[in-house]
């Protein structure tokens, strides 16, 4: 068990809907990371959040927003969901130290998202 | 960019056969290295890591040195087992604020059989 939780874990929706995906990181963990994992794209970064603010930004569509809230979980929405944008979601924290050497990324189980 | 590849697979193997998966990067900067495994229907768990050169990662018998001169982390493990069946990706992630994100390589399916 990593620490990080994520839900749902299974998630069916038809196209033009509007999903929304919840993390929550490892205690004391302040950044939180959005990726997508799918057959054709692989495993892909979508966005980053720091202690509430955004940080960096991946291959994101407009389509999909993020935020992380106080208690620093975050959420994940996707719009106007198309069948391509079904795929696996992973969340991942880190604490974030900026200093030489990456943290490591703990992922979370993920959110099977079947568009129909 | 930064970018990661992988050895392409899948991989089959019989048990206690020696493994290697290569792995080989490019980035702009300085990065540390990740292999990170995916077991059937479960979330990525990190394995090993290497934050600067010729460091060796390594954990439950698998071992993966950082080669800066051949931009490489080839993981490797001398007696596989059934229980290693998995995904494994290498990632690297840069340094510095706002380049923490992973870059992954395309991922390794292995299987062992008895």
């Known amino acids: 068990d990593s620490g990080v939780t994520q839900t749902p874990k299974h998630l069916i929706t038809a196209t033009g809907q509007r999903v929304t995906l919840r993390c929550s990181p490892r205690s004391g963990d302040l950044s939180v990371y959005w990726y997508q994992q799918s057959l054709d794209q692989g495993l892909q970064f979508l966005i980053q959040y720091y202690n509430g603010e955004e940080r960096a930004k991946g291959n994101i569509l407009e389509r999909f927003s993020a935020q992380q809230f106080p208690d620093l979980h975050s959420e994940l929405n996707l719009s106007s969901l198309e069948l391509g944008d079904s795929a696996l979601y992973f969340c991942?924290?880190?604490?974030?130290?900026?200093?030489?050497?990456?943290?490591?990324?703990?992922f979370g189980p993920g959110t099977r998202l079947t568009v129909l | 960019g930064d970018s990661v590849t992988q050895m392409e697979g899948p991989v089959t193997l019989s048990e206690e056969a020696f493994l290697t998966i290569n792995c080989t990067y490019t980035a702009t900067g300085y990065p540390s290295l990740f292999w990170y495994v995916q077991y059937p229907g479960e979330g990525l768990q990190l394995l090993l890591k290497?934050?600067?050169?010729?460091d060796k990662g390594s954990n439950k018998g698998f071992e993966a040195t950082y080669r800066k001169e051949t931009t490489s982390f080839h993981l490797e493990k001398g007696s596989v087992q059934v229980s290693d069946s998995a995904v494994y990706f290498c990632a690297l992630s840069d340094r510095g604020f706002g380049n923490e994100k992973l870059t992954f390589g395309t991922g390794t399916r292995l299987t062992i059989i008895p």
């Open positions: 991942a924290s880190s604490v974030s130290r900026d200093i030489q050497g990456a943290d490591t990324q703990y």
């Open positions: 290497a934050t600067k050169a010729d």
